[in-house]
Structure formats: C-alpha cells, structure tokens
C-alpha cells in the first residue's frame, strides 16, 4: 500500500470513527487529530504467508499524539501496513479529538489481508469509544469520565 492511500483510508476511518461517538459521547468533538498507537497489539502467530511480515522490536511500542503523517510513516513499512488497526476516538485533548489506534503485528502489502477492505477501510476497524460500565443505547457520556454517573 502506498502512502498516500493509507493516509487516506486512515483520515477516512477517522472522520467516521468520530461520526460513530457523536452519537454516544457529550464531548465536543473536532476534525483536528492526534493517534494514540498501540504496535503489535495482537497474539498472532504469523502463519504460513511468506509474504506477511512481522517486527518484534515494536512489541510493548506505544506512541501518543501522532499527527496522521506520523502514524503513515510509522506504520506503511516497505508497503506493507498492519493487516488490522483498531480504531476509536479515545478522548478531547485541547480542542484536539485523540484516537486509540491498536495495529496487528502481521503486516502485508495485500489488499486481500486487511480485515475491512470488503467494507472499503482497507485495514481500519472502526470501532465505538470505550462504554463506560452500566451504559444504555441512547444515553451519551463524556469521554473523560469526569461525571460517570451523569449520563442524560
């Protein structure tokens, strides 16, 4: 995968990660964004791929407030990128909507292993923010926590 289309599967997947907690978050959230990156936050071994690549130096690697240029240098190694990347909006920094980006370990430059690329994410899950404990469909909460037990 080139650079430039993993940048923009990664805005794209961004923009609806925070279209998705709108509908369940009370924070103020903006299209100006930073990715918390989580690396080889998967426990799969590397099956019998030969093109699938992995890097043990990145286990435990975490990185915060990446700029999406960051994250597409970070991430698209050679061509290849993580065959998953988990993402959520996390939290409000400043003005600033903050992601939880969690990767596969196995990378490939094969379109037909990246997980959501049937939904046209290519390798992007795009997932709800966290749910705090107890909460209902149609109740919002703030991303923070600062009043869990505030939930109009």
Known sequence: MKKDDFTAYLLASAYWAV?????????KLTFDFRFDVELNASCEPLNDASYLRTFP???GKKLEFQTY????DL?????????W?????KKVVQGVTVFDLLCAGR?????KDYYHSDRGQGPFGIKSPPLPVG???????????????DLD
């Not at 998705?20 to 009370?26: D, E, L, R, Y």
């Not at 240029?69 to 597409?72: C, G, K, M, S, T």
Request: aromatic fraction near 8%; glycine fraction near 2%.
């Open 69 to 72: 240029n960051e994250v597409a």
């Open 85 to 89: 990347i988990d993402i959520n909006v």
């Open 19 to 27: 279209r998705c907690a709108q509908t369940v978050v009370k924070d």
């Open 75 to 83: 991430l698209v190694r050679d061509a290849h990128v993580p065959v």
């Open 107 to 111: 990378y490939s430059s094969e379109t």
């Open 57 to 59: 130096a990145d286990d």
């Open 135 to 149: 909460w209902r469909q149609g109740e919002r909460f703030w991303l923070d926590k600062r009043d869990e037990n």
